[in-house]
């Protein structure tokens, strides 16, 4: 089955840089990328997806990249503020609608 | 769009009792997945459902564990016999059918604690 890794596992940047977690997926028919928010004691909420046909995605301050060689995707947080600290899920959705999550990045932005 | 519903928000329970989730997916998902999570861990997956179909149940324990989503109603998952290894919060998430990619959306989570 899939095998979903994600890095760094914590994540503290000053309030204004950017952010830049990285997970890699082992199937290569996966063809779906989710990213995930998770606050503390809320649901995960889905922020940006990319789709295998893509190579990158931009919504205001988020980007995703895709490289569907290497199989690894990125999430990209620029101009960081104090909200976007949460947890970040990256996940991999195989041809069977399954999904595979990552272990989760704990961001912290520091005012 | 009320979104995915599962309730109860909260489940306190002693050891030895039944728990029951439920789950109701968004309107027109008929795919449902159960993830638990333990406070700062990831989101580990449990089941994978579509109506009246169990698809992928290799992450649920063997024992005392089972999950249904039936013709009508929401998705079940049951634990019973809880122990306190069993407290965490479970969440489901639902996504459409017929569509190669399918977005999936949480519900708010039941947070088991047992006693």
């Known amino acids: 089955g899939e095998n979903v890794e994600q890095h760094p596992s914590t994540l503290s940047v000053q309030e204004g840089d950017s952010a830049v977690i990285k997970c890699t997926y082992s199937d290569s028919a996966s063809n779906y990328f989710p990213w995930y928010k998770q606050e503390l004691g809320k649901r995960p909420q889905l922020i940006i997806d990319i789709r295998s046909n893509v190579g990158e995605k931009k919504d205001q301050r988020i980007a995703v990249t895709l490289n569907k060689t290497a199989k690894h995707f990125s999430l990209h947080i620029t101009e960081t503020q104090p909200e976007d600290s949460a947890v970040y899920f990256c996940a991999a959705q195989n041809t069977g609608n399954q999904f595979y999550f990552g272990t989760g990045t704990s961001l912290t932005v520091i005012p | 769009n009320a979104g995915v519903m599962q309730n109860p928000r909260h489940l306190v329970r002693r050891r030895g009792q039944e728990a029951r989730l439920r789950c109701s997916p968004m309107k027109g998902h008929s795919h449902v997945y159960w993830y638990r999570q333990l406070p700062e861990e990831g989101l580990k997956f449990m089941v994978y459902?579509?109506?009246?179909?169990?698809?992928?149940e290799s992450g649920m324990p063997k024992e005392r564990f089972s999950a249904e989503f039936p013709k009508e109603g929401p998705s079940i998952l049951r634990i019973q016999q809880v122990v306190r290894g069993d407290s965490a919060a479970y969440f489901c998430?639902?996504?459409?059918?017929?569509?190669?990619?399918?977005?999936?959306?949480f519900g708010q989570g039941t947070r088991l604690t047992v006693v």
């Open positions: 998430a639902s996504s459409k059918p017929g569509q190669e990619i399918a977005e999936a959306f």
């Open positions: 459902l579509q109506k009246e179909n169990i698809i992928d």
